[in-house]
């Protein structure tokens, strides 16, 4: 969650937020919502900010001076398999064998069984075995707290507090901007400004395009991405029309599209049907969208598919921001394509 920002993102975001205070002052429609959005993207510009003068020369002194390699006592020992019942695991360290993941067991007391000719079969104090796990435990203990120390002096643990708290402005503000229904498509651009500053990759959602590609989610997530990034990329240049030739070759691909959903009910063909539909899709999140036909048929794919899924407070902010962008992108085109008006 608490992440050093430092100061390659920085420049990045501060585009975005220029990209937002450009956009028109609408005094009705919007309004709020573009305001919202412009304390975003000016709270995230802050907290990188942050990052750079006061959180990162933290870390970097935190790094400096903390004690970085454990004690040899929290290492597997010979005879230790023999004496202590817990399986350690691989560390941080060359591989080497440690306690570290099971310190609060290692914290309770260690039994043996015995046999009594009086009392039969009973369970004492392992003496060597307890022995052995307070060593472990007392070196744990000296060396977190060894390290505690050095975040705190270092300025490090005040910097993440302070960070937390600008981590949770952020977050709520975010919610409010992803359930709030865009009706311009100014009040879209913003959105998408927030979400490409909320990417792994404020630089360009290029990068995030390629890399949901090679994840479970594949074509259908980059495609709803890819409205983002064409109203980011054309900004404020998109087109606000229901027909345009500019897309001619997205709206074949919609009509592709349909076609070949249409077809899916004959079990015969449907993985290979499925097969097309994804390089259907695939080809569709390729080709930026320069009108709101081209965007609305971005949406409307997506949709049909079901490829975003509802909005779901336990669902990433990138995707629950990108679910209600393609449900505006697809109420503005049906308006504008009812009146017959630009928007």
């Known amino acids: 969650m608490l992440m050093n920002r430092g100061q390659e993102g920085f420049s990045h975001r501060a585009a975005l937020k ?18 919202l959005c412009r304390q975003y993207l000016g709270l995230y510009v802050e907290r990188d900010r942050f990052w750079a ?27 230790d398999y023999t004496l202590l019942p817990i399986h350690p695991t691989n560390s941080p360290w060359k ?5 570290g993941d099971d310190i609060e067991r290692l914290r ?21 075995a307890n022995a052995r796990a307070k060593a472990i435990v007392e070196a744990w203990d000296c060396w977190t707290a ?26 709520a503000l975010f919610d409010r901007i992803a359930t709030s229904h865009a009706t311009t498509l100014a009040g879209c651009l913003a959105k998408a400004l927030c979400a490409q500053c909320a990417s792994a990759h404020p630089e360009s959602l290029e990068t995030e395009l390629s890399e949901r590609l090679h994840t479970e989610e594949g074509s259908p997530a980059a495609l709803s991405l890819s409205i983002a990034r064409d109203l980011v990329a054309s900004a404020p240049g998109i087109v606000p029309v229901p027909n345009s030739g500019a897309d001619a070759e997205l709206i074949r691909l919609g009509k592709e599209f349909d076609a070949l959903i249409a077809q899916l009910d004959d079990p015969a063909t449907e993985d290979e049907l ?9 080809a569709m999140h390729r080709i930026p969208a320069k009108t709101l036909a081209g965007l609305a048929v971005k ?5 049909t598919e079901r490829l975003v899924a509802s909005p779901d407070p336990g669902q990433p ?27």
């Open 18 to 35: 220029d990209l937002a205070d450009a956009l028109p002052d609408a005094s009705g429609a919007d309004a709020d919502l573009i305001a």
């Open 53 to 79: 003068e006061i959180g990162d020369p933290a870390d970097l002194r935190y790094h400096e001076t903390y004690p970085s390699n454990p004690p040899e006592e929290i290492f597997v020992k010979g005879g």
């Open 95 to 99: 591989g080497r064998l440690w306690y």
């Open 108 to 128: 309770q007391p260690i039994m043996q069984m015995v046999l009594s000719p009086r009392h039969g079969a009973g369970r004492i104090p392992d003496a060597r």
């Open 146 to 171: 060894a390290r505690e120390e050095a975040r705190v002096q270092s300025g490090l643990a005040d910097a993440e507090e302070q960070d937390s708290i600008l981590f949770h402005q952020l977050e």
């Open 274 to 282: 499925y097969d097309e539909v994804e390089k259907v899709q695939f």
């Open 299 to 303: 949406a409307h794919v997506i949709q």
């Open 317 to 343: 902010l990138l995707t629950n921001i990108v679910a209600h962008l393609v449900a505006d992108v697809l109420r503005l085109a049906g308006q504008s394509k009812s009146s017959g008006k630009a928007l």
